[in-house]
């Protein structure tokens, strides 16, 4: 079976640090660039980060840049968005999903992704 699965999630106070994976089983996720969303309750959802298949590429929504980084070990077939300095406004299901792409392409923080993982809940909150 394909899919993508999160885990990491949970109850963090403002200031705060998690670590969400995104495991990859089924597939081989060295093909794919990795895309990380959120969705807050009563929004839409956003793109947060994203990783180039190498790793060497990534792209951060202006609200995470700083605090947020991605990262992945494709040896495990594990992507990785680590959360720094969390704020309330960071509650949100948090997703993972993952596109295949060419080598060499950046990432793009897109809807248009060939899998989606079901996501795993982030609430910021003292």
């Known amino acids: 079976q394909l899919q993508l699965v999160e885990s990491g999630g949970g109850l963090v106070q403002p200031g705060g640090s998690l670590r969400l994976s995104c495991a990859a089983s089924?597939?081989?996720?060295?093909?794919?660039?990795i895309g990380w969303f959120r969705q807050a309750p009563g929004k839409e959802r956003e793109g947060v980060s994203c990783i180039s298949r190498s790793g060497v590429k990534t792209n951060y929504a202006d609200s995470v840049k700083g605090r947020f980084t991605s990262s992945r070990d494709n040896a495990k077939n594990t992507a990785y968005l680590q959360m720094n300095s969390l704020k309330p406004e960071d509650t949100a299901v948090y997703y993972c999903a993952a596109v295949l792409v060419p080598l060499l392409a950046p990432c793009v923080m897109s809807d248009d992704m060939n899998y989606w993982g079901k996501g795993t809940l982030v609430t910021v909150s003292s």
């Open positions: 089924g597939f081989t996720l060295d093909y794919y660039a």
